[in-house]
């Protein structure tokens, strides 16, 4: 079935995808990508729900959810305490997309969790407990390697690593690489390293080219042929609590991440039908 809002039409997957927005480096897009991946999804009439799995709270922010300590939250939901649905938001710019935020709380559950039972599949099983039809499940991870993002890998079936084309790009993938294949064998054999997405391109530098095309070669398929430029709008959006995609649709950063998101929702559609 097609979904239908103004010029974007995407498929709706025949399961509800869950999709880990990882990368232990710091910086490379991973809360950008997860924000407008979402909202670019749901204004195509899809049903998301975002779950904001780091400290930070920046998606939480971004997608103008309420974040101040004491608000019901992921880390509530990780203790057991409550449902993602009572922890979840409506997103004032897409009515269809739902943010469980992060709030400061959460800082410290790395350590609470450590004592604790099936604590690698605490937000798995929060996430198989949810009765609405969410099409897509986008988890933004913390810049770590920690309990939080193996609560996110084994929750999810799909991994995206955003890559920032700069120096040092693909310093540490390696490590990622082999702990996704660590989860995949212990924890989630499910785990699929499905999509990679390249960020803060910059066309006129020789070191974004040359980034991009060593990805490229080293990933393949995976690899997303929509690239993210890097954009002043892109950068500003958050501090409106918007995505580039409702702050300024038709700046080259807000249709970059609707062709990812396009691309994301084809692929899927395809693996599908498999
Ligand atoms: P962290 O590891 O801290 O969670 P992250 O991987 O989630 O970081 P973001 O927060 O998405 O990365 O991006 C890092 C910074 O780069 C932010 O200030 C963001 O606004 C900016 N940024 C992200 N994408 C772009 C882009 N395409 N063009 C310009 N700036 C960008
Ligand atoms: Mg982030």
Redesign the pocket.
Known sequence: MEVRSGDLTLPRPRHRRIITIS?QK????????TVNIGVALALAGLDVLVIDL?P?G?TSTALGAIRTSGTPSVYDVLLGEISIAEAAQTCPDAPRLGCVPATIDLAGIEIELVGMERREYRLKEAIDAIDGDFDYVLIDC??SLGLLTINAMVAAREVMI?IQCEYYALEGLGQLIGNIDRIKQHLNPELDLSTILL??YDARTKLSVGVADEVRRHFGASVLTAL?????K??EA?SYGQSVITYDPGSR?AMSYLDAAKEIAYRGAKENAK
């Open positions: 990368n710091g910086g490379v897009g991973k809360t950008t990508t780091d930070q920046n913390p810049p955003p960020t803060m993210i430029p890097r954009s002043v892109v950068s958050p950063g």
